[in-house]
T-cell receptor, first 115, second 109 residues
Framework: DTEVTQTPKHLVMGMTNKKSLKCEQH?????MYWYKQKAKKPPELMFV???????INESVPSRFSPECPNSSLLNLHLHALQPEDSALYLC??????????????FGPGTRLTVL | GENVEQHPSTLSVQEGDSAVIKCTYS??????FPWYKQELGKRPQLIID?????GEKKDQRIAVTLNKTAKHFSLHITETQPEDSAVYFC????????FGTGTRLKVLA
């Protein structure tokens, strides 16, 4: 199984809502990533977890809160978002996060619209 | 900071012709160079990658070359087909990826 899955596929939320994005992989990977992708732009790294611990936070606003409950699951909790946060949110995983870079495999993404 | 420049931003070729996309990176510590294809509304999918100890890698119609001295790597697609139409992203990796800005490839039938 070389697949990363994400739910939901689409999400529409108001600025006062709280919602969560979910990501799952069963490849035994120990590094998991959240990216944000705006239209016609490359993916932009938000967070990296390595062995279920937050390793990288790319200065993301606190209205985005990541969580890694176990080695297969990654969540992104959303609260008080702004319309400019509307984007495709991609999850990815890789075998390790050590000295050399491993291949990252992407999920299908969640298309988020903030009204 | 680290960055990856990618050119061209758009590329149109006739079916059967070759397409070349070029990337230049700034971080000399980069040791992994993947290429992703992203169709509209879909996930980025790895199509080929190369590590810093290799100069060239080929997989059927797709090849990648790396010049570490010049900090330059390129994607070559031969015998292009309409289904090759997509956005292609290069990336340079250390412990994380730095993505290029993307190339929209259109293969005209």
């Amino acid at each position: 199984d070389t697949e990363v899955t994400q739910t939901p596929k689409h999400l529409v939320m108001g600025m006062t809502n709280k919602k969560s994005l979910k990501c799952e992989q069963h490849m035994g990977h120990r590094a998991m990533y959240w990216y944000k992708q705006k239209a016609k732009k490359p993916p932009e790294l938000m967070f990296v977890y390595s062995y279920e611990k937050l390793s990288i936070n790319e200065s993301v606003p606190s209205r985005f809160s990541p969580e890694c409950p176990n080695s297969s699951l990654l969540n992104l909790h959303l609260h008080a978002l702004q319309p400019e946060d509307s984007a495709l949110y991609l999850c990815a995983s890789s075998q390790e996060l050590v000295y050399s870079t491993d291949t990252q495999y992407f999920g299908p993404g969640t298309r988020l619209t903030v009204l | 900071g680290e960055n990856v420049e990618q050119h061209p931003s758009t590329l149109s070729v006739q079916e059967g012709d070759s397409a070349v996309i070029k990337c230049t990176y700034s971080d000399s510590a980069s040791n992994y160079f993947p290429w992703y294809k992203q169709e509209l509304g879909k996930r980025p999918q790895l199509i080929i990658d190369i590590r810093s100890n290799v100069g060239e890698k080929k997989d059927q119609r797709i090849a990648v070359t790396l010049n570490k001295t010049a900090k330059h790597f390129s994607l070559h697609i031969t015998e292009t087909q309409p289904e090759d139409s997509a956005v292609y992203f290069c990336a340079a990796g250390t412990y994380k990826y730095i993505f290029g800005t993307g190339t929209r490839l259109k293969v005209l039938a």
